[in-house]
């Protein structure tokens, strides 16, 4: 970790916004060059323009991909969009208007000219279909989420209100490709025009009372920070205080899209990264002023929950928390609901979920896993080690299926108003019942061919029988709750566990573990893990 992390952002730090948004325009992009094509990851398109990788023809190709997409399809109602504050996101916003309004699609946008954070836009899109107008909606995100000020993303959600599924994605990429290769032939733009309006943040503010008990955090007259850490839930919160009267404050309600008043990561970069420590440094420093103070990202799909006696709640801690108090307190759910989590997600997830006699589902990485079972409430909770989850209404319908970091705060002052505890108190209770596990990430270097190995990788080749001094009882490289692949594998004792999968961006991949036996045995695990993988992809 730099010497840097967690200290202001300095003039040196900060991007040139003017030649950001030129190169956006300038630079034309050759899809012959894998760093320079339209790739869609687990959250959209990503990429700067400044290396040719998110660009003015990227986004046109994109957009025409998608009304393509959303034809074949059948969907036929309304597209809602929306931004945040990255100085990308403006240019990328403009390019997608114009590529949608020439198409003919009926457009929804801000109805304030307001920032509209992921969750928003996903309730949204779910609003509408539930309405039952005889069509259905879809819509588009602009944000590269927690990604540094440099960076620009594009995010795709279909009616399900959720991230697009690898088919959807893959076909749009690949359309996509296939549009800039021609010149941008069939691509067709025109001047924004007839675009209707949503009220985006009205309708999801007035809605939170079905899902967050506004009434207990009121009475109880906590007090609250929350920090938007510049980003597009800025106009939410003052919002959410006003409307519920609730003691609240905007920790800081600046926007800026070279973030300047941002601490660094632990590289040094500017990252809005609320799980992050270094990150968060600045928030922390006021966490003696309020019962309960949050933190979010760019986009607001991630959460970060600050309390006094245990300042920033590792995000594994708080979903675990989440869990036992939701599963306790929301009678209307139904009583087979399972728990949904990632495979890299903390096993005390599984324990307090076993002792709330719950069903545990355990699919891979990526919220749009979680999408069938929040829509049909099969799944009450889907939460990710990085600080993203969302959950169901009291009555057990769908709030939204994308995650919603405004969500997830709100619920850590419910957690304090209704309990009298705080997040990280009613954590240390758990383990005291379940044990305290010690749980961290590694990067491992590897080349592209050992991280396509590690990729296509069938547990069923790694021949250890035991890891750290305990029996393995398990290697796998699907996921118990689905069926699908991994893309990587994962291998279980009775008190520890690892997974690894390969970096979609870098020449490493990815080590996660966790042990119930303490920090030193945790070290062990992260060792013979890599031993144990690199002897596997050999």
């Given at each position: 970790?730099?010497?840097?992390?967690?200290?202001?952002?300095?003039?040196?730090?900060?991007?040139?916004?003017?030649?950001?948004?030129?190169?956006?325009?300038?630079?034309?992009?050759?899809?012959?060059?894998?760093?320079?094509?339209?790739?869609?990851?687990?959250?959209?398109?990503?990429?700067?323009?400044?290396?040719?990788?998110?660009?003015?023809?990227?986004?046109?190709?994109?957009?025409?991909?998608?009304?393509?997409?959303?034809?074949?399809?059948?969907?036929?109602?309304?597209?809602?969009?929306?931004?945040?504050?990255?100085?990308?996101?403006?240019?990328?916003?403009?390019?997608?208007?114009?590529?949608?309004?020439?198409?003919?699609?009926?457009?929804?946008?801000?109805?304030?000219?307001?920032?509209?954070?992921?969750?928003?836009?996903?309730?949204?899109?779910?609003?509408?279909?539930?309405?039952?107008?005889?069509?259905?909606?879809?819509?588009?995100?602009?944000?590269?989420?927690?990604?540094?000020?440099?960076?620009?993303?594009?995010?795709?959600?279909?009616?399900?209100?959720?991230?697009?599924?690898?088919?959807?994605?893959?076909?749009?990429?690949?359309?996509?490709?296939?549009?800039?290769?021609?010149?941008?032939?069939?691509?067709?733009?025109?001047?924004?025009?007839?675009?209707?309006?949503?009220?985006?943040?009205?309708?999801?503010?007035?809605?939170?009372?079905?899902?967050?008990?506004?009434?207990?955090?009121?009475?109880?007259?906590?007090?609250?920070?929350?920090?938007?850490?510049?980003?597009?839930?800025?106009?939410?919160?003052?919002?959410?205080?006003?409307?519920?009267?609730?003691?609240?404050?905007?920790?800081?309600?600046?926007?800026?899209?070279?973030?300047r008043f941002m601490t660094l990561d632990w590289d040094e970069k500017i990252r809005m990264d609320?799980?992050?420590?270094?990150?968060?440094?600045?928030?922390?420093?006021?966490?003696?002023?309020?019962?309960?103070?949050?933190?979010?990202?760019?986009?607001?799909?991630?959460?970060?929950?600050?309390?006094?006696?245990?300042?920033?709640?590792?995000?594994?801690?708080?979903?675990?928390?989440?869990?036992?108090?939701?599963?306790?307190?929301?009678?209307?759910?139904?009583?087979?609901?399972?728990?949904?989590?990632?495979?890299?997600?903390?096993?005390?997830?599984?324990?307090?979920?076993?002792?709330?006699?719950?069903?545990?589902?355990?699919?891979?990485?990526?919220?749009?896993?979680?999408?069938?079972?929040?829509?049909?409430?099969?799944?009450?909770?889907?939460?990710?080690?990085?600080?993203?989850?969302?959950?169901?209404?009291?009555?057990?319908?769908?709030?939204?299926?994308?995650?919603?970091?405004?969500?997830?705060?709100?619920?850590?002052?419910?957690?304090?108003?209704?309990?009298?505890?705080?997040?990280?108190?009613?954590?240390?209770?758990?383990?005291?019942?379940?044990?305290?596990?010690?749980?961290?990430?590694?990067?491992?270097?590897?080349?592209?061919?050992?991280?396509?190995?590690?990729?296509?990788?069938?547990?069923?080749?790694?021949?250890?029988?035991?890891?750290?001094?305990?029996?393995?009882?398990?290697?796998?490289?699907?996921?118990?709750?689905?069926?699908?692949?991994?893309?990587?594998?994962?291998?279980?004792?009775?008190?520890?566990?690892?997974?690894?999968?390969?970096?979609?961006?870098?020449?490493?991949?990815?080590?996660?573990?966790?042990?119930?036996?303490?920090?030193?045995?945790?070290?062990?695990?992260?060792?013979?893990?890599?031993?144990?993988?690199?002897?596997?992809?050999?």
């Amino acid at each position: 970790m730099s010497q840097r992390a967690g200290t202001r952002a300095l003039e040196s730090d900060l991007i040139d916004v003017d030649g950001l948004v030129k190169a956006y325009y300038d630079l034309k992009p050759d899809v012959t060059v894998p760093a320079q094509r339209v790739v869609f990851g687990t959250s959209g398109h990503r990429g700067s323009s400044l290396n040719t990788a998110f660009n003015e023809d990227h986004i046109s190709a994109t957009t025409q991909a998608i009304v393509e997409y959303r034809a074949g399809q059948g969907i036929t109602g309304p597209l809602f969009i929306g931004t945040d504050p990255h100085a990308l996101s403006g240019p990328a916003y403009t390019t997608a208007l114009e590529v949608l309004v020439a198409n003919g699609v009926r457009v929804l946008v801000d109805e304030f000219d307001d920032y509209v954070p992921t969750p928003s836009l996903s309730h949204a899109i779910l609003a509408y279909n539930r309405a039952e107008h005889g069509d259905l909606a879809d819509g588009i995100v602009v944000t590269p989420s927690h990604n540094p000020p440099m960076d620009g993303g594009f995010k795709y959600n279909p009616p399900h209100g959720g991230p697009a599924d690898s088919d959807a994605t893959s076909w749009i990429a690949n359309r996509a490709n296939e549009l800039i290769a021609h010149g941008l032939d069939g691509v067709l733009m025109s001047e924004p025009s007839a675009l209707e309006t949503y009220d985006f943040r009205g309708n999801y503010v007035n809605d939170l009372e079905n899902i967050i008990d506004m009434q207990a955090i009121r009475t109880s007259g906590i007090r609250i920070g929350a920090d938007p850490l510049g980003g597009a839930s800025v106009g939410y919160w003052g919002a959410i205080r006003d409307r519920y009267e609730i003691d609240l404050v905007v920790v800081n309600p600046k926007v800026d899209p070279t973030w300047r008043f941002m601490t660094l990561d632990w590289d040094e970069k500017i990252r809005m990264d609320p799980s992050s420590a270094s990150v968060m440094a600045s928030v922390v420093a006021h966490k003696d002023e309020y019962d309960i103070l949050t933190g979010n990202d760019a986009d607001a799909d991630r959460h970060g929950i600050v309390t006094p006696d245990g300042g920033l709640m590792n995000p594994n801690h708080f979903l675990a928390v989440a869990i036992d108090y939701l599963y306790s307190h929301r009678e209307g759910w139904k009583p087979d609901a399972a728990v949904g989590k990632t495979l890299v997600s903390s096993t005390m997830i599984d324990r307090v979920t076993g002792f709330l006699g719950r069903d545990l589902w355990e699919v891979p990485v990526g919220f749009k896993w979680f999408v069938p079972g929040l829509i049909d409430g099969s799944v009450a909770f889907g939460g990710e080690e990085s600080a993203g989850a969302s959950f169901v209404r009291f009555d057990g319908s769908v709030w939204t299926t994308d995650k919603d970091g405004i969500l997830l705060a709100l619920l850590a002052s419910e957690i304090l108003a209704v309990t009298g505890k705080t997040p990280s108190q009613r954590y240390a209770e758990l383990t005291e019942h379940f044990g305290a596990p010690s749980y961290a990430r590694v990067d491992a270097a590897a080349t592209p061919a050992q991280k396509a190995a590690l990729a296509k990788l069938d547990g069923s080749m790694i021949t250890s029988t035991e890891l750290a001094g305990e029996k393995i009882t398990g290697a796998f490289s699907v996921a118990p709750g689905n069926g699908a692949a991994i893309g990587g594998v994962k291998v279980t004792t009775e008190n520890a566990w690892f997974a690894a999968r390969p970096s979609g961006t870098e020449d490493v991949y990815k080590i996660y573990a966790e042990s119930f036996l303490g920090p030193e045995h945790l070290a062990l695990v992260q060792a013979e893990a890599k031993a144990i993988v690199d002897d596997a992809i050999a």
